[in-house]
């Protein structure tokens, strides 16, 4: 079945330090969405991408789709303790959506 | 003006035990998914409904039924508890492509 990777699966940093998490399919995508979830809650929509070579910010984080369909990323600027969380990105698959593995981030104040 | 709400939050029970979680929605969708998310924090489609009727299945034993009386619910049975089936389980809707999570029911099995 379709696999969706994320790297790293863990990340600490400091407060204002950057951050980047990185998701990679083995097949061409239509969409990719990412969503963030803090401990102990619950996934929560951040964003969807859509077009190859796509370029979204919110803020401090920027979500971009590579030209290929294929990956993707998402980069947080000037990390605060508030960006503590796992963020998952989400694939498409005929009605279903696939999650990737995930990137735990931990920012140390 | 919960959008997604889920209940019991959390459930502790003995193996071999049957127990259901509940799940609603007020956002008016027409579908519907239960997800597992293990102790590394994978998360992974089990059911997805579109207006009570099942449309995806996701190998899971089926000692898991899930069960929708109209499509602002649908509620997981499980039988027969096993140790592996501790997990959280997050119900969610869609009307798009944005889904919309539960708090989550964090199930432990002993």
């Known amino acids: 079945g379709q696999q969706v990777m994320q790297i790293p699966q863990y990340q600490h940093v400091q407060e204002g330090e950057d951050f980047t998490t990185y998701c990679n399919s083995s097949t061409t995508l239509s969409n990719i969405q990412w969503y963030k979830q803090r401990p102990g809650g619950h996934p929560v929509f951040l964003i969807q991408?859509?077009?190859?070579?796509e370029v979204k910010k919110q803020k401090r984080l920027t979500f971009q789709f590579g030209e290929a369909k294929k990956n993707s990323s998402l980069h947080i600027t000037a990390t605060q303790t508030t960006d503590v969380g796992t963020y998952f990105c989400a694939v498409t698959n005929t009605d279903k959506l696939i999650f990737g593995t995930g990137t735990r981030l931990q920012v140390f104040p | 003006d919960t959008a997604v709400s889920q209940t019991p939050k959390y459930l502790v029970t003995q193996m071999g035990n049957d127990k259901s979680i509940k799940c609603e929605q007020n956002l008016g969708h027409d579908t519907m998914y239960w997800y597992k998310q293990d102790s590394k924090k994978f998360l992974k489609i089990m059911f997805s409904?579109?207006?009570?009727?099942?449309?995806i299945n996701e190998t899971v034993p089926n000692r898991f039924s899930p069960k929708s009386p109209d499509k602002a619910h649908l509620n997981l049975h499980i039988n027969s508890l096993e140790l592996g089936d501790s997990a959280v389980y997050f119900c969610a809707s869609s009307q798009a492509n944005e889904q919309f999570f539960g708090p989550g029911t964090r199930l432990t099995v002993l």
């Open positions: 409904y579109n207006n009570k009727e099942l449309i």
């Open positions: 991408l859509v077009k190859s070579g």
